[in-house]
């Protein structure tokens, strides 16, 4: 069976994305989650452009590392500088690493126009750095900057930069489609070009800009490339760098090429969305292979179809990546969506049971009203609870008062006074808030923290509000979209009313009752 | 210059996406966009299946429909009735379109499996429904599903399917890669097949489960495809559907082959971002072209080649989609979109006056708090006018209390209490609503129709709300976008906050000044 290494520059390439910063914790934690998955190589940081980089490396050698080969990234020397003796290439010697990648500018006119250095000076840079290195005993990659680009101004001049790294001991020739520019057959014939005329592995670094990176890096592995690289995730500067969630997919499932050592591949939908979660970003629900989206069905037809035989509407089991199948709630969805939650419930109920026919009236019912229930399939649950006979309230809300003023003055433009039931005890509070809705939410937390302290744990992680049939106005119903976590697991719930704060208050009721069911309420 | 029609599906297949819902409203403005945008087919609902689809239908036909063709979808007539009797047909001639879109089946085992047809009855589904829609003087597309993946497991019985589209008299054959698991070289290869074999134009509608969608796209494009289908942001059931902006981008930019009428290229990241504004999803940032972070320049050494020469790091020049570069660190605004918007309050301002600095300075600040004026334009026009003093207040707001009840009685859970001055006159009034929002609204309006008594002529046509951040949960800022109308015109104002009652009295007081300026209040 054919091998392609991973090579993960989340790290690297990706902290360059907008809006990603990653602490040393956050960075050790994403080494660890790529080396259980198997990836090969991982590019974990530029120690010359970011100091607090050589903590990592530090901490990273001390706590061991898995499987997968840690690389420093770093620059040719600068011009006029000597290899052993240059602030580029200093602190990658520091970070102590097994493997270093090198970059090198490879367009003419960028080594003229930014670097301000003769084509032969370059030249020079690239074969000291990669040499110095290789006479450490560390294994280099040579990362030839721009290379597509470089090859289409003139051909000759990028294939002499790799010569110089190839000379100087390089290990792997790394071509880059630096500003994602390429389409897949420009990659395919100069990537074959460079597997005929150097005897080194070739690796494959794509950008996303032309939205073509993952089948670019598919392309140059057709054409025989022995490593990819991009970030599991796709993160990267502008438009990413190619997901390499998607590109192992597509090789070992469609192309039966091995990249992940240990059959990984099962933990990849984890490992994306833990990264994800790490970088604090939402995740691309669309996202192929391993987005929540990727294996969700809607239309009527197809939920039918996916029923009667999956193959239908996927193109691979969604358990080989991890992944699991969804059918949404929706008024376009029937009966066999239904009662996979309703069995979930009380595996007795049929398909054809009067308790199955009862609760898709009343989803009809709930949906006309406004209700939406594909995104939160918790408070679907508490629905077929209710039409089931397996749910009693856990708090009553006997009354609360919002007084808010404007103008707004940050922290206390809102305060909200409670009273609430539970067991027959009654608890008054108040609390203020930003809004009426946030003074709200803290007020009803905090009644019922009285009865249930373990409420803390549970904390809000989204709140979504969508206007209905906006032409009401401000009378327009709204629907809130509430979604919660508790370390262990998140859920997500739904109110829908003409008036925000009703509608914030059901979700956020359905929130805490879910939570407070699944712990075991009812038990 | 050879020239691909492009075909839309935003409306329908987009609509089957996770979370996406459109009201009738909605279409109407997405329709309206992708027609000026210069799209050539817009399929904008499936009748059958959605019933308040023909309301649409019905609105679009009497609202004209600008340069693109509108198209209905619908499925081949049930097994055993008639096409022109049937439920699945019926609905779509009511619909009243020129064109209809109608999917069939060419997939031998689904026919088998999910229609539990023969192969021959399958045959004359297709043959009879494009037959009977053709024989109403409809242009008819068919939409060959499971295309690919039929020809994988027997590449004669889908051939045979378009063979009877085309004797029935389709117009276009559209090859599905309906579950997206196809490679370019396999839509190639088919593709190619089906041009040399059939005289109609081909159609290529490709999934994105592989990631592949835009590659695969241009693939077919290659091999003499005629029109590629898909949605303008990628939205679509699973991982969405060939993201036409990038199909665009690719073929317009890159391959020289026209897909837009009227050079619409130039409008493709304003027409993404209005549609998913109004679907009322956050935008995706990494989108190629036409994302926000798509020329975003963040590390220091790309900023520097990006500044000395922007070629560098960027494969096109961000205008020509709309779009503009953007560093991160030391943010550089698109001073050209700005000054047209400058130049209608006060023409004698110039590209490099102060007041153009002081303009952009501004605009920089409120969208680093969470403002956006894409969708927005009168409240821009407000910044503008405060900026260049040419901005008087027209009333002032003392003081605004709120206070809101649960449990929710209808038309009665919050009142507002309000104190305005105009002209050194004080109005103090208050009014009732449906929730914080609506009351406050009513009691504005009610203290300013004291002093602006044509104020009564406009109403608000839609009210949205985004919450940013979503992570600060019922804390989160949330902007809140307001369109108003007076009968002849229509005009969008925003509001940014913590607090949604202050969003929304902002966007609310920007709406009402606006209409008061352009009714003549400063002549």
Not at 79 to 93: F, H, M, Q, R, S
Not at 300 to 329: Q, T
Request: aromatic share 6%; hydrophobic share 40%; with cysteine.
């Amino acid at each position: 069976m054919r091998k392609v290494d991973i090579y993960d520059s989340t790290l690297r390439d990706g902290a360059q994305a907008e809006g990603i910063s990653f602490s040393v914790e956050d960075k050790l934690r994403i080494t660890r989650a790529l080396s259980d998955l198997g990836v090969r190589y991982i590019e974990a940081g530029n120690p010359a452009s970011n100091p607090k980089d050589l903590d990592f490396f530090g901490r990273v050698r001390r706590g061991g590392k898995g499987g997968a080969v840690v690389v420093a990234f770093g620059s040719t020397r600068r011009k006029g500088a000597t290899a052993a003796e240059d602030k580029n290439t200093a602190p990658l010697v520091k970070a102590g690493t097994d493997a270093v990648c090198i970059v090198g500018k490879c367009w003419d006119r960028q080594v003229s126009g930014i670097l301000r250095a003769s084509l032969e000076e370059n030249i020079d840079m690239i074969e000291e750095t990669v040499g110095y290195f290789a006479s450490l005993g560390k294994e280099v990659i040579f990362d030839a900057e721009h290379f597509f680009d470089g090859c289409k101004s003139d051909t000759d001049y990028p294939m002499l930069c790799l010569r110089a790294a190839c000379r100087a001991g390089a290990a792997v020739l790394s071509l880059c489609d630096t500003n994602g520019g390429c389409f897949p057959e420009e990659i395919s014939g100069l990537t074959a070009k460079v597997i005929k005329n150097f005897d080194l592995p070739v690796a494959i670094h794509c950008h996303n800009d032309c939205g073509l990176a993952v089948a670019n890096s598919i392309a140059a592995v057709a054409a025989g490339a022995a490593q990819v690289q991009g970030t599991l995730t796709g993160f990267g500067e502008r438009c990413g760098n190619a997901n390499l969630s998607t590109v192992i997919g597509n090789l070992e499932l469609k192309k039966g090429i091995s990249c992940l050592a240990n059959g990984g591949i099962a933990g990849l939908t984890t490992a994306c969305r833990l990264i994800s979660e790490i970088a604090n970003v939402n995740p691309n629900e669309r996202e192929p292979y391993t987005g929540k989206s990727a294996f969700a069905h809607k239309g009527g037809m197809h939920v039918d179809g996916a029923f009667k035989y999956p193959g239908s509407f996927e193109h691979i089991d969604p358990e080989l990546v991890g992944n699991r199948r969804k059918f949404i709630m929706s008024e376009v969805a029937g009966r066999s969506a239904v009662i996979a939650h309703i069995q979930k419930i009380d595996p007795s109920v049929l398909r054809d049971s009067p308790e199955t026919e009862r609760i898709i009236g009343k989803l009809k019912e709930l949906e006309h009203f406004g209700y939406q229930f594909e995104a939160a399939e918790s408070t679907f649950e508490l629905v077929i609870r209710k039409q089931l006979g397996k749910y009693k309230p856990l708090f009553e809300l006997v009354n609360l008062k919002i007084i808010a003023e404007q103008p707004y003055q940050e922290g206390q433009s809102a305060s909200a006074l409670i009273k609430i039931i539970v067991d027959g005890k009654t608890e008054i509070t108040a609390a203020e808030g930003d809004g009426p809705v946030n003074a709200m939410d803290k007020a009803l937390r905090k009644a019922l923290c009285v009865f249930y302290p373990h409420l803390d744990t549970m904390h809000l992680t989204d709140y979504k509000v969508r206007v209905m049939d906006g032409n009401e106005a401000t009378a327009s119903k709204v629907r809130v979209l509430i979604e919660s976590a508790d370390g262990a697991e998140s859920w997500t719930t739904v109110g829908v009313s003409a008036d925000i704060i009703e509608a914030s208050r059901l979700a956020l009721a359905d929130s805490i009752e879910y939570k407070l069911i699944k712990d075991g309420a009812y038990k």
